[in-house]
């Protein structure tokens, strides 16, 4: 998780220097409030959405600064050796009733990020769980319907 965190303040860091404060997000958030319960496998970031949709560009570019290049399938994921990260705008947050104003903003090293809070988490998680339960429920008709035939 550690060097999970240092790849994430790289980023941050040339993120403020372009004068955006991104959001941790994710497994690495969550687990900066909550023991590490399992592996990290990718950084999420959450940036606003003119920096994501309107400026990506930009993103491209700054993000190329320290070595990142654009993975083409997904356009808002991006990669450096085996670090992957993955940026979704602050819009996900708003959906979910999260406020961008009171996201709690921390300072590590001279770089600034914001910081969801248990409650925010508890909101994101419950969100993907029912995410998950409709796509496992689609999956247990689809076997259902397969071993009828078979």
């Given at each position: 998780?550690?060097?999970?965190?240092?790849?994430?303040?790289?980023?941050?860091?040339v993120?403020?220097?372009y004068?955006?404060?991104?959001?941790?997000?994710?497994?690495?958030?969550?687990?900066?409030?909550?023991?590490?319960?399992?592996?990290?496998?990718?950084?999420?970031i959450?940036?606003?959405?003119?920096?994501?949709?309107?400026?990506?560009?930009?993103?491209?570019?700054?993000?190329?600064?320290?070595?990142?290049?654009?993975?083409?399938?997904?356009?808002?994921?991006?990669?450096?050796?085996?670090?992957?990260?993955?940026?979704?705008?602050?819009?996900?947050l708003?959906?979910?009733?999260?406020?961008?104003?009171?996201?709690?903003?921390?300072?590590?090293?001279?770089?600034?990020?914001k910081?969801?809070?248990?409650?925010?988490?508890?909101?994101?998680?419950?969100?993907?769980?029912?995410?998950?339960?409709?796509?496992?429920?689609?999956?247990?008709?689809k076997?259902?319907?397969?071993?009828?035939?078979?």
């Amino acid at each position: 998780m550690d060097k999970k965190f240092s790849t994430f303040l790289e980023i941050a860091k040339v993120l403020n220097k372009y004068g955006v404060t991104p959001t941790l997000y994710g497994s690495l958030g969550l687990y900066r409030i909550v023991d590490q319960l399992d592996q990290v496998n990718d950084i999420d970031i959450i940036i606003p959405n003119k920096n994501l949709i309107d400026e990506l560009d930009k993103l491209m570019r700054i993000l190329a600064e320290i070595g990142y290049k654009q993975d083409a399938p997904y356009p808002h994921e991006f990669t450096k050796g085996d670090s992957s990260v993955g940026f979704e705008p602050e819009s996900d947050l708003e959906e979910l009733g999260i406020s961008l104003e009171t996201l709690k903003v921390t300072e590590v090293d001279g770089v600034q990020f914001k910081e969801l809070s248990p409650k925010d988490y508890l909101l994101v998680y419950k969100r993907n769980k029912k995410s998950q339960e409709k796509k496992l429920n689609s999956t247990k008709k689809k076997l259902e319907a397969i071993e009828k035939i078979i």
